[in-house]
């Protein structure tokens, strides 16, 4: 019996980074700060993941992509498509956040939730890095912990405001693991992948349109994956004032959102892993305090299952 959700977070997933750079490094440790000040995070409830072992990451990833990444030997147009200047910084964070997502799922396994402080990097594809993204810490997870046999089935909900197309193309012949994303349909990527289920929401959508794409999508993804654990990947990048978002989702939204998706969860026995994914406020304490939407709303659910 556990009093706390189980917490997953590294001190290393905010390094020194250029404060002028458009991906909110700062948001990780701002976000376990606020946690911890609005009593949620605490000495007893926060695991610290240490780095991925490189055949746990060869189930989901190139072997010569991991090195020329880890060896900063990326090409100039790979480094672009990546998005991030490389750092022996990056490098350390890459290769803890996948491991961060997949001791989560374990500890929800056991425990029925536990929320990742980070993770979400859904369009690091088999070979190359993508949109702020190195390693697929779902891909990775879903992989692990079915080949390790953990799980028979697993979803991964994918509610960021860009379609997760790193995890759908990864996972297309995984019969077990089964991709459902809800995203902008006007966004990044502009081609986009197939997952077993995508919901397009159209750029500008306000809360109650969204909010009943989304609870129809939930539905249907649950009825046809049967999972025995759900990934949720609880962007942000929804929100209304969001740079990089297109849509018109108020906080408020945001938090229907997030308790629609674990209470469903909860109601029917299924153990959830949340994951914090994207947005990019320039307010990076606003920003943490939203991405903590999730993870308060996992905390209040998970009182009733201990």
Known sequence: MRSLIPLVSNPLYSYPFDSRHRFPMEKFSLLFNHLR???????????????VRSEVLALAHCRNYI????ENQLSPKAMRRMGLPWSEGLRQRSLISPNGT????????????AC???GGTHHAHYDFASGFCIF?????????L????????????????????GTASILQNDMSAFTCSVHCDKNFPARKARSDLDINVAAGSSDQAYLELLSAALEQALLLSKPDLVLYDAGVDIYEHDPLGLLNISTAGIR??????????????IAVATVIGGGYDRDQQALARRHGIAVEEAARLFTHLN
Not at 42 to 50: D, I, L, T, Y
Not at 67 to 70: A, L, P, V
Not at 137 to 144: C, G, K, S, Y
């Open 116 to 118: 990742h402080l980070a």
């Open 37 to 51: 000040e609005i009593g949620i995070a605490a000495e007893s409830n926060v695991f610290r993941p240490g780095r």
């Open 256 to 269: 229907e959102r997030d308790r629609l998706v674990l209470e469903t969860c909860v109601e029917r026995g």
């Open 146 to 165: 079915l080949a390790q046999g953990k799980v028979q089935r697993i979803l991964i909900f994918d509610c960021d405001v860009h379609q997760g197309d």
């Open 67 to 70: 090195n020329d990444f880890c």
């Open 102 to 113: 997949l001791l989560t799922a374990q500890l929800a396994l056991k425990y029925g939730m």
């Open 136 to 144: 697929n810490d779902l891909a990775v997870t879903a992989r692990t």
